[in-house]
């Protein structure tokens, strides 16, 4: 899909129709490298790890700020051009910080709310200085429900529910393009060429595939009239190409992950184990969810990656990398 939605931007930007798909087949060959890797390194060895990994990322959430390092593209400063590589801390912080919350969640024996609320609004906040709204959503939602899976008092939850809901309304508030987005989703017809371009266009995708789609390669919308057409708005080309059967049967697969992943952190003993692997599954749950829930209007656009399906080497090879530690974990569970 990768090629297919990207076939115009690729002659447009490179005057190679295949440019994205050889980067993508890169990255998806260096991913499966890593998740065969990870998939044999016993999990324990990330929770002695998950400091030094979460201080590092910290660092490279950082560096990205800095003017001159970090790569500035749609308004936003998220890439770190290493040569061979275009990295994106944004996605390693999801990982990372996953890892370390499992570890410290783990030998914890009560929750204590402050820390976790103070980790949380350090990434939180150096995310939102790129800025990276889908990413920030993301790490909240998984961290406050690794928080609740641990055992935290629903007094907590109460608590940090409207601290969240008052952030995210200031958030909107305070930046005229989010309250722009906001307010156009809520009236699309109010700026069909503006704000509320880009979900017309998703939806014109989605609504011309009908039940069984155009075919493959047959979408119209990838020749630039739906924006970010192999990243975020993907799933709109495989609707417009596949048709609702396709995108049901992709829907279906994601499920299928998702409760292999809850069935294997309801059997491992180990509390970092268990708390990894539901880290890792809601993960991957709330990524999907969110770019799909965008994709069909349900929410507004936060410009999230389909996992494993959307262009982008950082995001897939973290995600490999995810799964593999996941499948090693699959090894330990109860018989």
């Known amino acids: ?21 050889q980067e993508q087949t890169k990255w998806l060959i260096l991913g499966l490298i890593i998740f065969i890797l990870f998939s044999f390194i016993d999990f324990r060895v990330w929770k002695k790890l998950a400091f030094p990994i979460m201080l590092g990322t ?28 275009v990295l994106q801390p944004a ?23 402050f820390s976790f609320l103070l980790l949380l609004c350090l990434f939180i906040g150096l995310i939102m200085l790129e800025p990276d709204l889908g990413t920030t959503m993301i790490i909240t939602l998984t961290s406050l429900a690794m928080f609740f899976y641990s055992g935290a008092a629903i007094q907590q939850f109460l608590f940090i529910l409207p601290l969240f809901g008052i952030g995210a309304t200031l958030l909107a508030v305070f930046s005229p393009y989010r309250l722009k987005r906001l307010l156009t989703f809520f009236n699309p017809e109010s700026d069909p060429l503006g704000a509320s371009y880009h979900i017309r266009q998703a939806i014109i995708a989605l609504g011309s595939g009908g039940l069984f789609g155009l075919g493959l390669g047959q979408s119209r919308q990838k020749y630039e009239y739906l924006p970010e057409a192999n990243t975020d708005s993907i799933f709109a080309i495989i609707g417009e190409e596949l048709g609702f059967l396709g995108c049901v049967i992709l829907i279906l697969v994601y499920l299928f992950i ?31 969810l969110i770019n799909i829930s965008a994709m069909v209007a349900l929410i507004p656009l936060t410009g999230v990656p389909l996992p494993f399906v959307s262009y982008g080497g950082s995001s897939l090879i973290i995600m490999f990398a995810a799964c593999g530690i996941l499948i090693n974990i699959s090894r330990f569970v109860r018989k």
């Open 58 to 85: 910290i660092v490279l959430l950082c560096i990205v700020l800095i003017p001159g390092i970090g790569i500035k593209a749609l308004g936003a400063k998220r890439w770190i051009n290493l040569g061979f590589f």
């Open 1 to 21: 899909m990768v090629y297919n939605s990207s076939v115009a931007m690729a002659i447009r930007d490179f005057g190679n129709q295949y440019y994205y798909l």
């Open 91 to 113: 996605e390693f912080a999801k990982l990372s910080l996953i890892m370390y919350l499992s570890a410290w969640l783990a030998g914890a024996k009560k929750q204590k709310l």
């Open 258 to 288: 998702l409760w292999r992943g809850f069935r294997i952190a309801r059997r491992v003993e180990d509390p970092f184990g268990r708390n990894l692997a539901l880290g890792i599954t809601t993960w991957i749950g709330i990524q999907m």
